[in-house]
């Protein structure tokens, strides 16, 4: 009874091969798989792809922890020049010329006699 055989076909070029065919050969892979599946790889086969589904986990969280560390930097530099600019203004309002100039408006005026201490003699 004939067997099946693979035959190489020439095509048009010939003597011409294709990467992937000298690919092929140069990495016999058939060899590991004449008897079956070699389970005694199996183990380690999943434990390094298992590394490698964590370690890619990994990388992706670092990077969204990374991103989002940026954007909270950006928005504590736009709090800090909100809260410099308000200091700066309510330094200026509390200043006793420009509290003077808005209770004249109240019909306020500023006392000119200085403050004096009311002194209570214990007995």
């Known amino acids: 009874m004939a067997s099946n055989t693979y035959k190489h076909s020439q095509g048009a070029g010939g003597s011409r091969r294709s990467f992937f065919s000298l690919l092929e050969n140069l990495?016999?892979?058939?060899k590991f798989f004449d008897k079956g599946l070699p389970v005694q790889f199996l183990m380690p086969f999943l434990f390094s792809t298992i590394l490698c589904i964590i370690y890619i986990g990994n990388l992706h969280y670092a990077e969204k922890n990374i991103r989002k560390a940026a954007k909270l930097r950006v928005a504590v530099e736009d709090l800090r020049a909100d809260y410099t600019?308000?200091?700066?203004?309510?330094?200026?309002?509390?200043?006793q010329s420009e509290v003077a100039k808005k209770a004249m408006t109240l019909g306020l005026k500023e006392s000119i006699e200085p403050p004096f201490k009311i002194v209570e003699h214990q007995e």
């Open 85 to 95: 600019t308000l200091k700066a203004d309510y330094m200026y309002t509390s200043k």
């Open 27 to 30: 990495i016999n892979v058939e």
